[in-house]
């Protein structure tokens, strides 16, 4: 099969995936072999790929937003056949103390998709049967790739800033997931203010009925209930906790920041706002939300990538000229070619998909 392969993390702009012909993988005991129909691709391979998180698995194949065909399965939960997900979150030791108390995101032992064991920039994968998460019918492959993390991380985030209904709500960063989240804010009644640096993502939050769109670190005009950050800065971090109400609380929707610069406790954190962490997802919180996405028929705007362009999809990313999420569709080379032009698989619009 054809796979994207990391063999020494490198920046981007050096095209450290390669594509090679590997052998097929071979489950192991309680996983399933899959068929990669389409897979997101997310800020943390760029962390992964950059070698800015510690390298966990040698000659590595990313991507952890898979929509795949269950090929082999020991599970008649999930027969062959059936659409699954694969997300971030590769299994848990289901022993340790967080396990236990039903915090599997804390895991003292969990392997992750794509980043502690294969992934899915490649035309085949393994994931244990008991991570599948089963799909929605009613989104496409394509519409469903990018929910696999930046949506499920993005619902754990609403969750973790303890966001209520009607509330204010400040969202740091707009691209992928917060891309998603605005819409399921608005479903719940709030009213959300965007700062990012980008112009693009500041004209995507405008159509999208943001309140307020400002600069990366600009100070929304109303005092917020709570904030979620996306980019991967403490600068921002610190903005956003400079934003939230008394009380207020400030979740950090990234999973690497370039630093944590030293700020006034007086200022920021005194009158019980609080700075917490997102890590990981439960797998409930993707039942849940993919449950939610349905409802409000979440469809988010995609740009469609071929394995071998898997390099351009990442610095697109970097470089924030995605206007929403990158999926990549591994077995696009089986399309007519005139069906696959500018990275397109059928039936996308050129360019951009409103998947
Ligand atoms: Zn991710
Ligand atoms: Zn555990």
């Not at 063999?7 to 309680?30: C, H, Q, T």
């Not at 007086?266 to 993919?290: C, H, I, P, Y």
């Amino acid at each position: 099969m054809r796979a994207a392969i990391l063999r020494k993390p490198a920046p981007f702009r050096e095209n450290p995936l390669s594509i090679e012909e590997v052998p097929m993988p071979v489950p192991g005991v309680g996983e399933a072999l899959l068929k990669v129909l389409a897979c997101g691709v997310c800020r943390t391979d760029l962390h992964i790929t950059a070698g800015e998180l510690p390298q966990k698995s040698k000659d590595l194949i990313p991507g952890h937003q898979i929509v795949a065909e269950v090929v082999q399965s020991p599970s008649s939960a999930f027969p062959s056949g059936m659409r699954v997900g694969v997300s971030w979150m590769g299994g848990v030791d289901g022993t340790c103390s967080y396990c236990r108390a039903d915090r599997e995101n804390l895991c003292d032992d969990p392997t992750y998709t794509g980043y502690s064991r294969n992934g899915g920039f490649a035309e085949y994968a393994t994931a244990r049967v008991d991570f599948l998460l089963p799909l929605p019918h009613g989104l496409s492959d394509v519409a469903v790739a990018p929910l696999l993390c930046a949506g499920i991380i993005g619902f754990r985030s609403l969750r973790v800033a303890e966001v209520r209904r009607g509330q204010s709500v400040g969202l740091f960063g707009f691209g992928s997931s917060a891309q998603l989240m605005i819409k399921v804010l608005q479903e719940w009644d709030c009213r959300v203010y965007v700062s990012t640096r980008d112009a693009t993502h500041q004209k995507r939050a405008r159509e999208f009925g943001a309140e307020w769109v400002g600069e990366a670190t600009d100070r929304p005009p109303v005092d917020l209930d709570a904030a979620i950050t996306f980019a991967p800065s403490g600068d921002v971090v610190l903005a956003a906790l400079g934003s939230v109400a008394k009380g207020g609380i400030v979740a950090i929707n990234a999973i690497h920041l370039d630093r944590m610069p030293q700020f006034d406790y007086d200022k920021l954190l005194w009158g019980e706002r609080q700075l917490r962490s997102v890590a990981n997802m439960t797998r409930k919180d993707g039942r849940d939300f993919l449950k939610v996405a349905e409802e409000i028929h979440l469809s988010p705007s995609v740009e469609t990538f071929r394995l071998e362009q898997i390099n351009q999809a990442m610095l697109a990313i970097l470089d924030d000229r995605t206007s929403g999420s990158a999926v990549v569709l591994p077995s696009a080379m089986l399309c007519a070619d005139s069906d696959v032009r500018n990275g397109n698989p059928a039936g996308a619009k050129p360019g951009k998909e409103q998947a």
